[in-house]
């Protein structure tokens, strides 16, 4: 018989201090102010009383032509014919739905909240994250340059479609690194794109100082840690219905082991700690029960899903392939490449104003810009347009499959 879950609850005294505060508007407002948003272009996004300045944002990042995208992208376990696994689209909407419950307990700006979670991954390549390490070796080996995801999403939203994105938005998109935690986020001031330009320009440079940026609100502390919070038991979730793992594999540690007791009791405690206050804060016992099922993860699902879909066989010289000969027609003019036909003319078809013309960025960038652009069907289809000739072993799990079929293949 399953054990019941263990749901935590905020303190009696907590519980009292908020109503109370709600009730009597007495609260202090932590939210980050409207009246405060920096744009590259203000002149252009001029907020009013029905769109204001971070709901014009969210519709920006929600019409981005990747947007849609995130369907198709994988999650952790890639190769699998099965709408039950998680992609990137609910991912950024569990994402958003744990950040705005934490926001509005804490009186925080929902809207800029869901800027930022909507738009975190839109620069995640197809496969996960082995597709991202694919693609950031083959970058550095062509330019000594690193590819991050998070630093690729600033430039989906500020440089391959230049939407006059808030400055906020970017920067807590930039800062939003879901594989570091820590127990408390102090937000680190950021009021200048000539410093975020510059902050962004050595991510590309230095791997080292990009894992250190840290987000300039507290509604960008809050989606930081939601996000770990959003995939840590929904990717179990996708292991146990993946047949990679078991419940029996992940230990019952203080935040609980099933997805709904971590959500709950990590929200919980963020509260607990965070409320009026100008940080987000775990408490000790709970920071590190995540840090040690986030090993589990490691343990259990991250370090074998490139072996689960083997990709390392498949998408690794398939994307080595595409990346040198989209590359070679980006340098010998071949105009009717997809490069040129499915992205570079898709990307000028935007009316947004332009200093430089897309075309002219450095062909690596343009090649990186279009593989990060696809999805995990897409990246198929395409290297098969491309090499009708090659055979490379992919094979899709089906909802059907299971593991034994695949033992001897």
Not at 85 to 109: P, Y
Not at 192 to 204: A, G, H, P
Request: aromatic share 12%; net charge negative; proline share 4%.
């Amino acid at each position: 018989m399953p054990r019941l879950p263990k749901y935590e609850n905020l303190s009696p005294e907590l519980t009292a201090k908020i109503e109370h505060e709600n009730r009597t508007l007495t609260y202090t407002n932590m939210a980050f102010d409207d009246k405060n948003v920096i744009r590259r272009r203000p002149e252009a996004d001029v907020a009013n009383v029905w769109r204001k300045p971070f709901i014009r944002d969210i519709d920006k990042i929600m019409h981005c032509p990747y947007f849609n995208r995130y369907a198709d992208k994988t999650q952790v376990y890639s190769l699998c014919k099965n709408d039950d696994m998680t992609r990137r689209n609910l991912h950024v909407q569990l994402v958003s739905r744990i950040s705005r419950t934490i926001g509005s307990a804490l009186h925080l700006n929902l809207d800029l909240i869901e800027a930022i979670s909507l738009g975190h991954d839109l620069g995640h390549p197809a496969f996960a994250h082995t597709g991202e390490k694919y693609l950031g070796e083959l970058y550095h080996k062509y330019t000594g340059r690193y590819f991050l995801h998070n630093i690729h999403s600033v430039r989906v939203l500020d440089g391959i479609h230049p939407y006059n994105i808030s400055l906020q938005t970017l920067n807590d998109i930039a800062a939003h690194n879901g594989e570091i935690e820590l127990d408390e986020y102090i937000p680190a001031e950021m009021t200048d794109f000539s410093e975020f330009d510059k902050m962004i320009e050595r991510c590309y440079e230095d791997i080292e100082f990009a894992s250190h940026i840290m987000p300039c609100t507290l509604e960008g502390a809050v989606v930081r840690i939601s996000d770990i919070i959003a995939y840590l038991g929904k990717d179990r979730q996708d292991a146990i219905r993946a047949k990679a793992a078991t419940e029996g594999d992940f230990a019952d540690e203080d935040i609980g082991s099933i997805n709904a007791e971590i959500i709950n009791n990590l929200v919980v405690n963020i509260i607990e700690n965070s409320y009026g206050k100008n940080y987000i804060k775990l408490d000790s016992k709970h920071f590190k029960a995540l840090r040690r099922a986030k090993q589990q993860n490691y343990e259990k699902i991250y370090n074998h899903a490139a072996s689960y879909a083997r990709l390392d066989i498949t998408v690794k010289p398939m994307m080595e392939e595409m990346y040198g000969q989209l590359l070679d027609d980006l340098k010998n003019g071949r105009k009717y490449s997809p490069i040129y036909t499915q992205h570079i003319n898709v990307v000028n078809r935007s009316y947004y104003r332009r200093a430089v013309p897309y075309e002219n960025s450095e062909p690596n960038q343009l090649v990186v810009d279009y593989i990060a652009s696809m999805t995990d069907d897409y990246f198929i289809d395409l290297h098969k347009y491309m090499f009708p000739n090659a055979d490379y072993p992919v094979i899709y799990r089906g909802y059907f499959d299971d593991l034994e079929k695949y033992e001897n293949v």
